[in-house]
Nanobody, 118 residues
């Protein structure tokens, strides 16, 4: 079955960096665009970044442009989110996501907590 498993979250000081990882299984990973979303307390889940399956084109939310970098390794079936210059407002649970090309069903990981605080 389809699985997305995130890791790499934690507590970091403002200005620090973290790299999140997401391992995908149970689907044709290289064909799917992969996304990161986040959800802060008492807020709706919001888009963070996307990377296409073919070509590896990327796009980012304005709030993270220039600070976050999404990448993927199709051989390892992994997608990453490198986060730098972290701010307290980046505090959230970060989720890995893809929408199945054929069914349009959205798959989500369990999430990983990122806390930016001094």
């Amino acid at each position: 079955q389809v699985q997305l498993v995130e890791s790499g979250g934690g507590l970091v000081q403002p200005g620090g960096s973290l790299r999140l990882s997401c391992a995908g299984s149970g689907f044709t990973f290289r064909n799917e665009a992969m996304r990161w979303y986040r959800q802060a307390p008492r807020k709706e889940r919001e888009f963070v970044a996307v990377i296409t399956g073919v070509g590896g084109r990327t796009n980012y939310a304005d709030s993270v442009k220039g600070r976050f970098t999404i990448s993927r390794d199709n051989g390892k079936r992994m997608v990453y989110l490198q986060m730098t210059n972290l701010k307290p407002e980046d505090t959230a649970v970060y989720y890995c996501n893809f929408m199945d090309t054929y069914s349009s069903y959205n798959y989500w990981g369990q999430g990983t907590q990122v806390t930016v605080s001094s």
